[in-house]
């Protein structure tokens, strides 16, 4: 159980394009979603982090306006690089977590490549 | 099904105390090995890793210890700090990415 998938795996787009990441809880309801950005072996950074029905709450120096996050119901979130430009290639992993609980399911992560 | 477990939700120490968190995986192919240290509305942050050519590594009160039989590793912090408080997430990864299979975490309390 507590399984998170992310939707693609692997994206390759050219710069100025928009690309659209799904993030789903398949077996419990994810009342808080958040979303990061991985850099190799190191920490991961903390982009934003959303509610179901209501705007994600984003970390400073993240823009916005060029990552759209949704979180339309208890099992789904996207989050939409617009614009993307080769600086924003990177593995951006979401997790999921259940009000009350400080256990985060970790979906498998994302690879962007810009060109 | 998840591939790196992570068992005890959460745990107490006293003070002064060793803690020891577990972590187990079931990808026989994951030959990296992480720990990340986790506060609140903060991402995690990178602690302390192993790769699998060795079964232990240390750094202050910081250590990794790694079975790869029992597909087994566990982190020690000797002595506990209540500001070691945190959740902890066992992570891992095959030598040819970089992309990172994280456990569901651990919620240590280190009680003064």
């Known amino acids: 159980g507590a399984v998170v998938s992310q939707h693609p795996s692997w994206v390759i787009c050219k710069s100025g394009t928009s690309v659209k990441i799904e993030c789903r809880s398949l077996?419990?309801?994810?009342?808080?979603m958040f979303w990061y950005r991985q850099f190799p072996k190191q920490s991961l950074m903390l982009m934003a982090t959303?509610?179901?029905?209501?705007?994600?709450?984003?970390e400073q120096g993240v823009e916005k306006d060029k990552f759209l996050i949704n979180h339309a119901s208890l099992t789904l979130s996207t989050l939409t690089v617009t614009s993307a430009h080769p600086e924003d290639s990177s593995f951006y992993i979401c997790?999921?977590?259940?009000?009350?609980?400080?256990?985060?399911?970790f979906g498998p992560g994302t690879r962007l490549l810009v060109l | 099904d998840q591939q790196v477990k992570q068992n005890s939700p959460s745990l107490s120490v006293q003070e002064g105390r060793i803690s020891i968190l577990n972590c187990d995986y079931t990808?026989?192919?994951?030959?990296?090995f992480l720990w990340y240290k986790k506060y609140p509305a903060e991402g995690p942050t990178f602690l302390i890793s192993?790769?699998?050519?060795?079964d232990k590594n240390e750094d202050g009160r910081f250590t990794v210890f790694l079975n790869k039989s029992a597909k087994h590793l566990s982190l020690h912090i000797v002595p506990s700090q209540p500001g070691d408080s945190a959740v902890y997430f066992c992570?891992?990864?095959?030598?040819?990415?970089?992309?990172?299979?994280f456990g569901p975490g651990t919620s240590l309390s280190v009680i003064p």
């Open positions: 997790s999921a977590e259940t009000h009350g609980t400080e256990t985060q399911y």
């Open positions: 990808n026989s192919m994951f030959d990296y």
């Open positions: 192993i790769s699998s050519i060795k």
């Open positions: 077996d419990f309801q994810a009342t808080t």
């Open positions: 992570a891992a990864s095959e030598t040819s990415y970089d992309k990172v299979i």
């Open positions: 959303s509610n179901e029905g209501s705007k994600a709450t984003y």
